[in-house]
């Protein structure tokens, strides 16, 4: 695959050498710009949290800088490196060397590591020995054989607790039938659970019409739902009922000015509705769909009254004087109590047309 996409120059003749040779360049390319001082460029990983000097930001384990790369000495045989690269939040250098005989990292200069020790114990790790100690055993055969006590002392402390583990394992699955039972029965009631929760679920998207997921309550769902304030029922029924016995073509609200209504206005407003309400054979075919009250309310009936001619004076009266045409009912004091039977707002029956004429 190196031959693809590589560009050959018309002059280049294969005993020229490599095509790099030829036109001057280091394979590595941009890379070894540096390469005359002993310097490479390199893909360089953070071994360890460290806090940046310059800019005092914490930078984590595991961010890649491009670094130079140098050698600088030499432990025994094993080389000693120097990595150097900039801070990518500020301009501050940082310079990291390998530590061969601790097999560790030193900041040298630029940066602070963030101290972070603990014992093997607390980590589960295999405790590695340290460099004298390995010395010793190399060279000292009495600190040998009783290194090999304590390792075997180590190792009868640590028996018990190995056998117990694998107590515990063979008494979970002495009997697998009756374990897959258990396991078995476990899942049947999660699957219940899961399935109630489906149904539901599924219940109020047809309720409600929704095409999307429905996710289990939460907490904050609760509190959310606590929050919201809903209106006034008896507002609520009185708007139905308003919208419900109100014509087809409604008359043109009435500007802010007007808006207060006097009481003989409501008066009215009421009396309309309820008379529409008892009147409307459409309305009295529906009535499961109206609000039901639960407390009787004032209902103002209007009465109207017939005119009559008189002959002797060739003029109109009222055929009920002494009555009053409006007869407030729901317990108010003073007022004449209404039939059983609703007197409608207009006659439709009454007509001058059977009137003698003058």
Not at 4 to 16: E, G, I, L, S
Not at 84 to 89: N, Q, T
């Amino acid at each position: 695959m190196q031959p693809f996409n590589k560009y050959y120059p018309p002059d280049w003749t294969p005993d020229k050498g490599s095509v790099n040779k030829h036109v001057g360049k280091h394979p590595l390319g941009d890379r070894a710009r540096k390469l005359d001082q002993g310097i490479l460029v390199v893909r360089f990983e953070l071994p360890f949290n460290i806090w940046c000097t310059g800019c005092e930001n914490h930078i984590g384990r595991g961010v890649r800088y491009n670094a130079e790369k140098k050698k600088i000495g030499n432990y025994y045989s094993t080389p000693i490196l120097q990595f150097r690269m900039k801070c990518h939040l500020c301009s501050n250098w940082i310079e990291i060397h390998t530590d061969p005989k601790n097999t560790d990292y030193k900041v040298v200069s630029g940066a602070r590591k963030k101290v972070e020790e603990w014992e093997p114990e607390d980590t589960e790790v295999i405790k590695l020995k340290d460099e004298e100690t390995k010395e010793r055993l190399e060279s000292d055969a009495m600190f040998r054989l009783e290194h090999g006590v304590m390792d075997q002392q180590v190792e009868k402390e640590s028996v018990p607790v190995l056998t117990q583990l694998q107590q515990l394992q063979n008494s979970s699955w002495s009997d697998p039938y009756t374990r897959s039972q258990q396991l078995r029965r476990k899942f049947r009631e999660q699957k219940k659970k899961g399935k109630a929760l489906e149904e539901e679920a599924d219940r109020i998207r047809d309720k409600h019409s929704l095409h999307i997921p429905l996710l289990p309550e939460t907490v904050d769902d609760v509190v959310r739902a606590k929050m919201i304030q809903y209106s006034d029922p008896s507002l609520v029924e009185k708007r139905k009922l308003e919208k419900t016995a109100s014509t087809l073509f409604p008359t043109k609200r009435k500007s802010k000015s007007d808006s207060n209504k006097s009481v003989a206005q409501e008066l009215g407003l009421r009396a309309m509705t309820h008379t529409r309400l008892k009147l409307d054979p459409f309305l009295q075919q529906s009535k499961s769909a109206l609000p039901q009250h639960k407390e009787k309310e004032d209902i103002a009936i209007v009465k109207p009254s017939k005119k009559r001619r008189l002959p002797s004076q060739g003029g109109y009266t009222d055929n009920n004087n002494d009555s009053s045409n409006i007869h407030h009912g729901g317990g108010i004091p003073g007022a004449q109590q209404p039939n059983d039977k609703v007197q409608p707002l207009v006659s439709y029956g009454s007509s001058d047309s059977d009137e003698p004429d003058e």
